[in-house]
């Protein structure tokens, strides 16, 4: 069975860091794409970064490069997103994701992915 489970959020003033995990379970480290995105009410769920299975390269939203570092400890079976210089248009509610390769709709795009966290909650503030 697999599982992602992120956790790491919470309220952050702006300029701030946060260091984003996900800890998987039931993939194959080397066959699976990974990603990052995040959604506020109201809004789709927006892609952030993603990464092939072999871990590279990593691609990443223009509203985040720069600022966005995405990584996997391949040994702990974890993916982090660590930010920086955060905004307050980065609260949002972070989630990460899987993708056996079933089906391949753009690094992108949500339905790429099949595997999704609970999410966490990122809020920054002024």
């Known amino acids: 069975q697999v599982q992602l489970e992120e956790s790491g959020g919470g309220p952050v003033q702006a300029g701030g860091s946060l260091r984003l995990s996900c800890l998987e379970s039931?993939?194959?480290?080397?066959?699976?794409?990974r990603a990052w995105f995040r959604q506020t009410p109201g809004k789709e769920r927006e892609w952030v970064a993603a990464?092939?299975?072999?871990?590279?390269?990593?691609e990443y939203a223009a509203s985040v490069k720069g600022r966005f570092t995405m990584s996997r400890d391949n040994a702990e079976n974890i993916v982090y997103l660590e930010m920086n210089a955060l905004k307050p248009e980065d609260t949002a509610i972070y989630y990460c994701?899987?993708?056996?390769?079933?089906?391949?709709?753009?690094?992108?795009?949500?339905?790429?992915?099949?595997?999704w966290g609970q999410g966490t909650q990122v809020t920054v503030t002024s």
């Open positions: 994701a899987a993708a056996d390769g079933a089906e391949y709709s753009g690094f992108d795009a949500l339905r790429t992915y099949n595997y």
């Open positions: 039931g993939l194959s480290t080397s066959s699976y794409r």
């Open positions: 990464t092939n299975k072999y871990g590279i390269p990593t």
